[in-house]
Structures are given as structure tokens and as C-alpha cells.
């Protein structure tokens, strides 16, 4: 699990990092992948909500904690970097609320907020409604697969929704889904049998690596099924990847949120801006890599200190779990 954390994470930054000569949009299935782990994370990590036992008061809370206060860190800074570029209000505020907001320009920006990662954010959020909603009525989570899989064939039947919160109605919510259903199979031992499960993942590797995969789908209902069976042949080697699993990968894992919340508009688009005014844009492969390496090493490091010095005091203030651990105690200095 800490794996496939760590290699979302590390993959949506090379996606975005991309260049038309330099395509590394097989980072797009991360987000498929992202959402999978949702589910999956959701039921493993507290065994309340597998047993339908924790108060929804209790489950809000520690998602809000989770999530918010470092989102709407980072939002308000973009608020204050924008502040001269007449943003409307409705559309900060849906930002900062999670809500799809309707703008003008190009369909692929219409539902962005602000803080441009937070897209996937707003079908986090949606999800843990509908997982409290089944805390509060006392059913099963995988009662949602009536809700989410219709909710998401109206939005395959209707691609370009007439009011944005209808841009919620997406396979994405199938995903969660999946997480959930992998999450009660990993529970009852119900796994692929190790050769299976490494035939199936060079498969999917294999075909993710393809052109048709590459290109044609990025972004598409048909990425689920392969990250699917991504996330499945992994969690099938848990047991012995969590044995040999090094410790950087753990930390990766540990610090992917900020690291997401970062990477793009705080690291590559300034980056990316500045080698363009000096004109420096990389032009081989060779300047490329090291470009990339460069938004690597920034991004990383900067999620790091994040990591120490915000999101542990915050976590560790409220109780709340991270990485399926608890955080670590708060800094003496970071308490001052």
C-alpha cells in the first residue's frame, strides 16, 4: 500500500512535468490509482468503518483534519498571489469548499479550483459524504455501489454537464468502489495467487507502456479496469512487499499529500516560467531528464519540511492518523 502511494505521488509529478516532446503521461493512470487507494485505505486503515461502528461526528472530523487546514494553506497563498487578477468571489469560495465552479474558457478548465490538484479533492470529499451518510443509516459502505455506479453512468451518458456539480458524476466514483471491494477481499485473505498476480502485473505494465494506452486514453473510463488490476496484483504482494519495503519508500508515502498539493503550481509552473524567460526550455531528452530530476528534488524537499514543521503538529495536535500510523510527536520547536 505504502508503494502504490509513493508511486502516485511520484507519477502525477512526472505527468505534469510534461512536455509535448517529452511525454510521460502514463502518470495519468495515478489518479485512477489515487482513487482506488481512497477506498481501499478508507476501510483498512479503521476498522470501525469496515464494522460500521465509529460516530459520523468522528469520521467528518478526522477527514476534515486530514485534508483542509493544509489545502486551504496553499489556496489561501494562491488567493494572495492572484489577488490583482480580479478572481470572482463564487469561485474562491467553491475553491475553498470543494465545490465544481462553471468558468469560462476551454472545457478541461472549467471545474478547476484555484489550487488545481484540488479537483480531485472535491470527489474525496463527495466520497466521504456518501461513507458518512452510510455510518449515519448504519449499512454497509459497499451499499454506495448503487448511488456511485448509477450517479456514474449518468455521467458517461452525459459528458458535458449543464451545472458543474454534475461534473461529480464521473467513473471515478467506480474507483472508490473498487477500493472498497479490494479492501473486504484483502480482509478475508481473497487474493490473486502470487503467479498470477505477477503475470497480471507485467501485463498491465505492458499495456500502460503502450502507445494506445499512452496517448488515446489519458484521463479515460479505460484506464479503471488497468489500474484496477494494478492496484490488485500489488496488494496481492503486500505481505511480502511490506517486509522489504525500504524506509524512503514509507517516507515517500508519508509526505505524498503535500507533495501533491505542491508540486504543480508552487514547483513546476514557476520553474517552468523561469527557464522559458531565459529561454532554457529543454529541447533534448538529457535537459529534459534533469529538469525533471531538478522538480523532483525541489518538490520533495519542500515536502518534507511541510511534512515536519506544518502537517505533523496539525495531525498530531488533533490525534489523527497518517500512513496508517500515528504521527509522530510534535516537534518541541514547532510547539513554540
Not at 97 to 105: E, K, L, Q, T
Not at 124 to 146: D, H, M, N, Q, T
Not at 228 to 239: G, I, K, N, Y
Request: glycine letters at 4%; hydrophobic letters at 50%; charged letters at 15%.
Amino acid at each position: 500500500m505504502q508503494l502504490l502511494r509513493a508511486f502516485a505521488a511520484l507519477a502525477i509529478v512526472a505527468s505534469h512535468a510534461s512536455t509535448p516532446e517529452h511525454d510521460l503521461s502514463l502518470g495519468a493512470i495515478r489518479v485512477d490509482v489515487f482513487f482506488i487507494l481512497s477506498g481501499f485505505v478508507m476501510i483498512m486503515a479503521n476498522r470501525r468503518i469496515y464494522e460500521n461502528t465509529i460516530p459520523v461526528y468522528t469520521f467528518l472530523r478526522r477527514r476534515f483534519i486530514r485534508i483542509v487546514p493544509l489545502y486551504w494553506l496553499f489556496l489561501t497563498v494562491l488567493v494572495i498571489a492572484y489577488r490583482h487578477k480580479h478572481i470572482p468571489a463564487g469561485y474562491i469560495l467553491s475553491s475553498y469548499f470543494f465545490i465544481p465552479y462553471r468558468g469560462d474558457g476551454p472545457t478541461a478548465i472549467h471545474y478547476l479550483p484555484l489550487l488545481i490538484v484540488g479537483w480531485t479533492l472535491s470527489f474525496e470529499v463527495f466520497f466521504y459524504l456518501g461513507l458518512a451518510l452510510c455510518i449515519w443509516l448504519r449499512k454497509s459502505p459497499l451499499w454506495l455501489a448503487i448511488p456511485f455506479c448509477l450517479l456514474a453512468l449518468y455521467g458517461l451518458h452525459n459528458p458535458e454537464p449543464t451545472h458543474a456539480i454534475l461534473s461529480l458524476f464521473n467513473y471515478h466514483l467506480v474507483e472508490f468502489l473498487a477500493g472498497i471491494v479490494f479492501a473486504y477481499l484483502y480482509r478475508r485473505g481473497i487474493l490473486f495467487p502470487q503467479s498470477v498476480a505477477a503475470f497480471t502485473l507485467i501485463g498491465t505494465l505492458v499495456l500502460l507502456y503502450s502507445k494506445r494506452y499512452r496517448h488515446e486514453f489519458t484521463n479515460s473510463p479505460d484506464l479503471m479496469p488497468l489500474a484496477a488490476l494494478l492496484v490488485l496484483s500489488v496488494l496481492s504482494f503486500e505481505p511480502q512487499i511490506r517486509k522489504y519495503t525500504p524506509r524512503v519508500i514509507e517516507q515517500l508515502a508519508d509526505i505524498s499529500y503535500p507533495l501533491y498539493l505542491i508540486h504543480q503550481q508552487f514547483v513546476i509552473f514557476p520553474l517552468q516560467g523561469f527557464l522559458k524567460r531565459l529561454h532554457r526550455t529543454p529541447t533534448t531528452l538529457a535537459g529534459f531528464l534533469f529538469e525533471l530530476f531538478i522538480i523532483y528534488a525541489i518538490s520533495i524537499t519542500a515536502a518534507i519540511l511541510i511534512h515536519r514543521w506544518i502537517e505533523i503538529p496539525i495531525l498530531a495536535r488533533f490525534g489523527v492518523r497518517i500512513g496508517g500510523h500515528k504521527p509522530s510527536p510534535v516537534p518541541v520547536a514547532a510547539t513554540a
